[in-house]
């Protein structure tokens, strides 16, 4: 079956950077957009990025112009470059496969990876 595994999680100072990667297998990667999305602790699943088969790119708000999402259709693999972190990025970062609809919503996406945990303190 599909498979995600997200690495590149950690703790930081606030101002510092981090690069996520998620891994894909059993999946025609380059076919698929691809996306990120975030969940604090008490808070809901948030979208953060994604990144179309042709790679066109959407960023919430919050992360533009500090966050770049890019692919590597012969990896396999998304990344998400995070710069000028923030306290209020901390959170558990997923990705997932986008299977259509809108792209904000989780619902539009059909496989999750696990989650790798960003924390940035002040």
């Known amino acids: 079956q599909v498979q995600l595994v997200e690495s590149g999680g950690g703790l930081v100072q606030a101002g510092g950077s981090l690069r996520l990667s998620c891994a894909a297998s059993?999946?025609?990667?380059?076919?698929?957009?691809m996306g990120w999305f975030r969940q604090a602790p008490g808070k809901e699943r948030e979208f953060v990025s994604r990144i179309n088969s042709s790679g066109n790119t959407d960023y919430t708000d919050s992360v533009k112009g500090r966050f770049t999402i890019s692919r590597d259709n012969t990896k396999n693999t998304v990344s998400l470059q995070m710069n000028s972190l923030k306290p209020g990025d901390t959170a558990t970062y997923y990705c997932?496969?986008?299977?259509?609809?809108?792209?904000?919503?989780?619902?539009?996406?059909?496989?999750w990876g696990q989650g790798t945990q960003v924390t940035v303190s002040s």
């Open positions: 997932a496969v986008f299977m259509g609809g809108s792209y904000g919503s989780t619902k539009s996406y059909g496989y």
């Open positions: 059993n999946l025609p990667f380059s076919r698929y957009a």
